[in-house]
């Protein structure tokens, strides 16, 4: 009687936490056809089952999904870049000789609605022969 009653308390496995994940995994974004259609996509090396049923030619954008961590990755990494720019320009205005130059870097700031940190490091680097790559290593910590 008692190992009748030690298998009613026991508690019963799920099968699929005794089983490993083998289903489908999802996929970091489908292909330009079936996002197009809203299908849902096979994925996998292009071209998806369903473009190759269709004979559609298969692309994969993962650029185009801000949500994925590889745009995510990108945004962090023009973000540093343009921290990297910002410290570049503030070193030249803080060490420029050139009145004029100085001048001229601080009126490319202030035009328009958004700095366009590449046009004035552009223009640095015409202006004084300094090359942002230069001064970027050695404003690396």
Known sequence: MEETSNRQTSIPQRQSDTLSKVGRKNLKSACKNC???KRKCSGGPPPCSCCKSLNYLCVFDETSDLRRTDAQERALNMTVE???KLKFIVEILRSSDSPAVNSRVIELLR???RIDVDEVVLF???ELGVSYQDVERELEP
Do not use: F, P
């Open 35 to 37: 996002k197009a259609t």
């Open 82 to 84: 343009s921290y990297q």
């Open 111 to 113: 035009s328009g609605d």
């Open 124 to 126: 640095i680097e015409h």
